[in-house]
């Protein structure tokens, strides 16, 4: 098959719902890249999510849909944003 046969994925839709800051349920994760009780650092399409928070434990995993479930005191929730390749001038004026 030629490259330019291949067809786009679209990107998974990303949400997230957060329940008196003790639940959160999360849609469009990639891949989980690395946990313990106070950080979740996840992949998503609209950049890597950083979960930080006490007790953090993953209740339910399905990457195959895109989903999680993590449960633990919530105190911050942070993305990094994608940083696109190219020249300084290309990045700021597009």
């Known amino acids: ?9 679209p ?17 469009g994760v990639d891949d989980v890249s690395g946990f313990d009780e106070n950080l979740v650092v ?7 999510l950083n979960i930080r928070g ?15 479930e993590l449960h633990g005191h919530i105190q911050e929730l942070s993305y990094e944003e994608n940083i696109k390749s190219g ?3 290309k990045r ?3």
Do not use: C, P
């Open 1 to 9: 098959m030629a490259y330019d046969e291949i067809e786009k994925v």
């Open 11 to 27: 990107a998974r839709l990303h949400s997230l719902n957060l329940e008196s800051r003790e639940r959160l349920s999360l849609t």
């Open 42 to 48: 996840l992949s998503t399409a609209l950049g890597d």
């Open 54 to 68: 006490q007790g953090l434990h993953i209740e339910r995993i399905d990457l195959d849909v895109g989903q999680l």
């Open 87 to 89: 020249s300084l001038w």
């Open 92 to 94: 700021l004026f597009g």
